[in-house]
């Protein structure tokens, strides 16, 4: 099994720094404390440092409204997915308890403010690539599947499509439910903001192993340099 970042991707986003931290046996359907602790703590701290800023103007969502823009999405109409967080926040909405796991990301993905997604593992290889005639994707909550357009940014497995336009929106068929045991957790960055995604995956890291007991099976990033990581 591999996370890759397809050649051609680099060719519009030479920038890309994706990291990825790769866990099994995740008891996931427990109430986990600690986690939530940690949520509501990493909640708290950014609602602190949004006070006056508007999510779609903080420093570390510019880069990736530009990264849209120069994609060809308008990040108006599609947020980026940080975006979307911080707006949450910026509105005093909070962060709702999903699953500890969920929890645990959406926690590293405010405290970092980075977009991060929490993906089942299965056996197949997973790479952000340009869509394809056949992939297929289905919406949170639907029950049909609709197509990408062909050339869209897009994390993959096979032809199944886990998000569509990058980073906006995830499909139902990389959700992660109480009984989802296994993970693979990219965090999404550029090569000039590696510090916080090398700590970013440094702390989900060592939070999988503090809160669940788990050590990660693998933890890497990918890049213009090294486009695949092999678990």
């Given at each position: 099994m591999?996370f890759?970042i397809?050649?051609?991707?680099?060719?519009?986003?030479?920038?890309?720094?994706i990291?990825?931290?790769?866990?099994?046996?995740?008891d996931?359907r427990t109430?986990n404390?600690s986690v939530?602790?940690?949520?509501?703590?990493?909640?708290?701290?950014?609602?602190?440092?949004?006070?006056g800023v508007?999510?779609?103007e903080?420093?570390?969502?510019?880069?990736?409204?530009g990264?849209?823009n120069?994609?060809?999405?308008?990040?108006?109409?599609f947020?980026?997915?940080?975006?979307a967080?911080?707006?949450?926040?910026?509105?005093?909405k909070?962060?709702p308890?999903?699953?500890?796991?969920?929890?645990?990301?959406?926690a590293?993905?405010?405290k970092y403010?980075?977009?991060?997604g929490?993906?089942?593992l299965?056996?197949?290889?997973?790479e952000?690539r340009f869509?394809?005639k056949?992939?297929?994707?289905?919406?949170?909550?639907a029950?049909?599947?609709?197509?990408?357009d062909v050339?869209?940014?897009i994390?993959?497995?096979?032809?199944?499509?886990?998000t569509?336009r990058w980073?906006?929106?995830q499909?139902?068929y990389?959700?992660v439910?109480a009984?989802?045991t296994?993970?693979?957790v990219?965090?999404?960055?550029?090569?000039?903001?590696r510090?916080k995604?090398?700590?970013?995956v440094?702390?989900l890291?060592?939070?999988f192993i503090?809160?669940?007991?788990v050590?990660?099976?693998?933890?890497?990033?990918?890049?213009?340099?090294n486009?695949?990581l092999?678990?």
């Amino acid at each position: 099994m591999s996370f890759r970042i397809d050649r051609a991707v680099f060719e519009q986003q030479p920038h890309l720094y994706i990291g990825a931290v790769v866990v099994k046996g995740v008891d996931n359907r427990t109430p986990n404390p600690s986690v939530k602790t940690f949520l509501d703590e990493c909640v708290e701290q950014l609602t602190v440092a949004m006070k006056g800023v508007k999510a779609k103007e903080h420093p570390m969502v510019l880069p990736f409204r530009g990264a849209f823009n120069a994609l060809g999405y308008n990040p108006n109409k599609f947020q980026p997915s940080i975006e979307a967080l911080a707006t949450r926040i910026e509105k005093g909405k909070g962060m709702p308890s999903i699953n500890p796991i969920v929890d645990l990301g959406n926690a590293i993905s405010l405290k970092y403010v980075l977009p991060l997604g929490a993906h089942p593992l299965n056996e197949m290889d997973e790479e952000v690539r340009f869509a394809r005639k056949g992939d297929v994707f289905r919406p949170f909550g639907a029950t049909e599947d609709e197509e990408p357009d062909v050339g869209e940014l897009i994390y993959a497995t096979g032809n199944i499509v886990g998000t569509r336009r990058w980073i906006w929106r995830q499909s139902e068929y990389s959700k992660v439910e109480a009984d989802t045991t296994d993970v693979f957790v990219p965090i999404d960055g550029f090569i000039f903001i590696r510090d916080k995604v090398d700590a970013a995956v440094e702390e989900l890291a060592n939070r999988f192993i503090e809160f669940f007991g788990v050590t990660p099976s693998a933890v890497g990033i990918v890049h213009i340099n090294n486009p695949e990581l092999v678990f």
